[in-house]
């Protein structure tokens, strides 16, 4: 008799389990999805930019947001989400990520990237990398296929190679856009000169960066960057370091940062607006406390594209302008280059010398 009670105890409480978990994947199944990206800050003018230039953007950015977008709808998770968005910017020569990645005072290329789930917490980065088509695409494969979170230079292209990565020539991240800029920043380091309106075109970091969250309810960041013109052989900036350019936790939020890398690396940038949302501050204050407060007063010129787990979108920067796009839980599309109506003056602008 005893018996029998204890096993319909038990009965009851697996179904009484089971039901909960069902219902709590159906509700977190249900959640809408949203995308949000960036493609650089910097010093970004109407003034300074082509009309077909600024159409170019506008195209690529569309293009890579609603990539990203598209996967989320056909159920994709956060983090391939994240990668797709990332991809068509590296594909670009637009942007200085992976084809259009900046020149280091060498004349060569050095790549780094990284990527992060919310939940679990797992991470991948790689730096230094310069053979990698989508260095993205290597960071995931560090977070999925390593034990490691980051792995560098030369170890980071054998690991590339066992995996099966092709081996891209150096000459396809050639362009002479970022060739001449490079020559420039040297010309003047050689002269001292004062900065031309030409200089000012230099200062825009055009760092990739893409934040999503998915029907599961999980959030994803990455980021992917050629660095900084001109940087010295070995720098490594904020960009595949987590907590500094990408971080990201279904306990608070997901963020993914453009700027002056050693500022966002000393502030923890992406950890710290996460860890304030943990506290209980709302996304935009918290992503606006540390942009347009903490590195404003450090002389860190930048901004963050950020998002949390109700799909909240803030994009603060400090400096003229930040490429950036998003599609909402609505499903409504925005793509902005400049500051727009209502965003505060900018407190930095071309602060950077490289
Ligand atoms: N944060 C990047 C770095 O310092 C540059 C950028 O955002 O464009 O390497």
Not at 112 to 122: R, T
Not at 290 to 305: F, P, R, T
Request: net charge negative; charged share 20%.
């Amino acid at each position: 008799m005893h018996e029998n009670i204890a096993k319909l105890t038990s009965r009851i409480s697996q179904i009484i389990l089971l039901v909960g978990v069902l219902g709590m994947s159906q509700a977190v199944a249900n959640q809408k999805p949203a995308i949000v990206i960036h493609g650089g800050a910097g010093t970004i003018t109407k003034a300074s930019m082509s009309e077909d230039k600024e159409a170019a953007i506008r195209a690529t950015l569309e293009a890579s947001v609603k990539a990203g977008y598209q996967a989320l709808l056909d159920g994709a998770d956060s983090t391939d989400a994240v990668t797709r968005a990332i991809n068509v910017m590296e594909d670009s020569p637009l942007f200085n990520a992976g084809r259009g990645a900046v020149f280091n005072a060498e004349g060569k290329h050095e790549m780094d990237a990284s990527i992060m789930e919310g939940a679990g917490l797992n991470a991948g980065a790689v730096a230094s990398v310069a053979q990698i088509r989508n260095p993205i695409d290597l960071a995931l494969k560090v977070m999925t296929d390593s034990e490691h979170v980051m792995l560098m230079g030369a170890g980071a292209e054998e690991f590339a190679r066992q995996q099966g990565f092709e081996m891209v020539d150096p000459a396809y991240f050639h362009t002479d856009f970022r060739w001449q800029q490079l020559q420039r920043i040297k010309a003047k380091e050689v002269a001292r000169e004062t900065v031309t309106t030409q200089d000012q075109h230099d200062k825009w970091f055009s760092t990739v960066g893409a934040v999503a969250l998915d029907r599961h309810g999980n959030l994803a960041a990455g980021t992917s960057t050629g660095g900084t013109s001109n940087k010295r052989w070995g720098r490594v900036g904020d960009s595949p370091i987590i907590g500094a350019g990408t971080y990201a936790n279904n306990n608070s939020c997901a963020v993914s940062a453009t700027g002056h890398g050693e500022f966002f690396i000393r502030h923890v940038v992406a950890y710290n607006i996460c860890n304030r949302v943990e506290l209980g501050t709302p996304l935009a204050e918290a992503a606006d406390t540390v942009v347009s407060d903490i590195l404003v007063k450090a002389n860190g010129e930048g901004g963050v594209i950020a998002m949390d787990r109700q799909g909240n979108i803030a994009t603060p920067f400090n400096s003229e302008g930040m490429y950036r796009a998003s599609i909402n839980t609505a499903g409504e599309i925005s793509i902005s280059i400049y500051r727009e109506k209502g965003d505060p003056e900018p407190a930095l602008m071309g602060n950077v010398d490289h």
